[in-house]
Nanobody, 124 residues
Framework: QVQLVESGGGSVQAGGSLRLSCAASGYTYGRRCMAWFRQAPGQEREGVADLDIDGAIRYRESVKGRFTISKDNAKNTLYLQMNSLKPADSATYYC??????????????????WGQGTQVTVSS
């Protein structure tokens, strides 16, 4: 089993920044691919960024150049640095992990492990 706990959400004005954290524990093998997703009310969940164990990183087009995904292996923590935030970025953000490659599981979003989510609200 893998446990994921997000933190760092909050309310900011457009143009502001937030850093989300995802503390991971449990079965290391189950955390090959780690990712951030988000879901706004009435909308489908969408992938934001993912990071594979080999260092490969992918971003959703709309966040490229503004968001940065990273991982501190010593702290077993995944981060999402979000800069130049826009109202369209408002959503509940979820951390996810899976034992499969990001290229595989990232296409379907069918991650095995999920955190409880943290709310991000960006006002104009």
């Amino acid at each position: 089993q893998v446990q994921l706990v997000e933190s760092g959400g909050g309310s900011v004005q457009a143009g502001g920044s937030l850093r989300l954290s995802c503390a991971a524990s449990g079965y290391t093998y189950g955390r090959r691919c780690m990712a951030w997703f988000r879901q706004a009310p009435g909308q489908e969940r969408e992938g934001v960024a993912d990071l594979d164990i080999d260092g490969a990183i992918r971003y959703r087009e709309s966040v490229k150049g503004r968001f940065t995904i990273s991982k501190d292996n010593a702290k077993n923590t995944l981060y999402l640095q979000m800069n130049s935030l826009k109202p369209a970025d408002s959503a509940t953000y979820y951390c996810a992990a899976d034992w499969r490659e990001c290229r595989s599981v990232g296409a379907t979003g069918d991650f095995t492990y999920w955190g409880q989510g943290t709310q991000v609200t960006v006002s104009s």
